[in-house]
Nanobody
Framework: QVQLVESGGGLVQPGGSLRLSCAASKSAFGIDIYDMGWYRQAPGKQRELVATITSGRNTNYADSVKGRFTISRDNAKNTVFLQMNSLKPEDTAVYYC?????????WGQGTQVTVSS
C-alpha cells in the first residue's frame, strides 16, 4: 500500500511559479520501483496527464506544459516534485499525484492550483 500526500498548491498570478510536492509512504519499500506522475482536473473537465517520470527517470509531458513544467523525483526522500513556471490561467486545476507499478495504482487527494490576477 502506498499513501500519497500532495502539497504546495495555492493562488498565483499569471506568469508566476509554484512547486508541488508529493510525499509517498510505503510500509516495506521505497518508491524506487514506481512510475510516478502528476495529473490535473479542472472544473467540468476530465482528469488529464500533466507529467510522468518512470522508475528509470524517463520523463513525459503533456504538450500544454512542455517547456514550462519539470517533474523530478528524490527516491531517498520518497518524494516527487512538479516545478511549474510561467503559469497560465488555464493551468488552474486540482493536481493529483499518482504512483503505478504493475497492477498497483495509487492516487493522492489532490492540491488546488489557481492561477489568477
Amino acid at each position: 500500500q502506498v499513501q500519497l500526500v500532495e502539497s504546495g498548491g495555492g493562488l498565483v498570478q499569471p506568469g508566476g511559479s509554484l512547486r508541488l510536492s508529493c510525499a509517498a509512504s510505503k510500509s516495506a519499500f521505497g518508491i524506487d520501483i514506481y512510475d510516478m506522475g502528476w495529473y490535473r482536473q479542472a472544473p467540468g473537465k476530465q482528469r488529464e496527464l500533466v507529467a510522468t517520470i518512470t522508475s528509470g527517470r524517463n520523463t513525459n509531458y503533456a504538450d500544454s506544459v512542455k517547456g514550462r513544467f519539470t517533474i523530478s523525483r528524490d527516491n531517498a526522500k520518497n518524494t516527487v516534485f512538479l516545478q511549474m513556471n510561467s503559469l497560465k490561467p488555464e493551468d488552474t486545476a486540482v493536481y493529483y499525484c499518482n504512483a503505478q507499478y504493475r497492477y498497483e495504482n495509487y492516487w493522492g487527494q489532490g492540491t488546488q492550483v489557481t492561477v489568477s490576477s
